[in-house]
């Protein structure tokens, strides 16, 4: 079982949906939740970061997470075709970062 | 700008060839990370340098890869005897201060003819 599970997708809404992006884990060591946008031959963009339950919001985007659960979430809310991109979440325990395989997202202006 | 810049940005290669990247800095930062990320995939942990001194790598660093951070600035990741299934993106990232906000460059994509 991988540390970090993501839906690999494709996901495809039309503009102005509100998207819903999740990852699970099992290392109950995780103490620190990212989420990443990546364009195509791009490095990853660090788009949130949350160290505890509950949530964060930064203009469109909410990141959500529930350690009980071992489970986190990203909303985007008004989806831009702009927002077309692999999202990844990421999980940090000590010095060592793990990342889920990336869901690609398209957003149909 | 991530303030990380990454050399050469495409990288093909024969098998067998020796290839070296290189990761700089555009600032000081104490905490660099190399990943390898593969198709449909995410980023993969190599190894991490705190300043100079490289603290973990991951099994996946076989010993035909070797990093360095010689002054604890730039860095430099080597692949000897190149096989075709190193051919991947290399990324490098660095933590930004006092949090574990990490930031990647532009990465360095490897073909392995």
């Known amino acids: 079982q991988k540390e970090v599970e993501q839906d690999p997708g494709p996901l495809s809404v039309p503009e102005g949906a509100i998207v819903s992006l999740n990852c699970t884990y099992s290392n109950s060591a995780f103490q620190y939740f990212m989420w990443y946008r990546q364009y195509s031959r791009k490095g990853p963009e660090l788009l949130m970061y949350t160290y505890s339950s509950g949530n964060k919001e930064d203009g469109r985007f909410t990141a959500q997470v529930d350690k009980s659960s071992k489970y986190i979430s990203l909303f985007i809310r008004d989806s831009q075709p702009s927002d077309s991109a692999t999202y990844l979440c990421?999980?940090?325990?000590?010095?060592?970062?793990?990342f889920g395989t990336g869901t690609s997202l398209t957003v149909i202006p | 700008d991530t303030g990380v810049s990454q050399d050469p940005r495409h990288k093909i290669t024969k098998r067998g060839q020796n290839v070296t990247f290189r990761c700089d800095p555009i600032s000081e930062h104490n905490r660099l990370y190399w990943y390898r990320q593969t198709l449909g995939q995410g980023p993969e942990f190599l190894t991490y340098f705190q300043n100079e001194a490289q603290l973990e790598k991951s099994r996946l660093l076989s010993d035909r890869f070797s990093a360095e951070r010689p002054k604890g600035s730039f860095s430099t990741l080597e692949i000897q005897r190149t096989e075709q299934g190193d051919s991947a993106m290399y990324l490098c990232a660095l933590l930004q201060g006092d949090y574990n906000e990490q930031f990647f460059g532009p990465g360095t994509r490897l073909t392995v003819l």
């Open positions: 990421a999980m940090l325990t000590g010095n060592q970062f793990y």
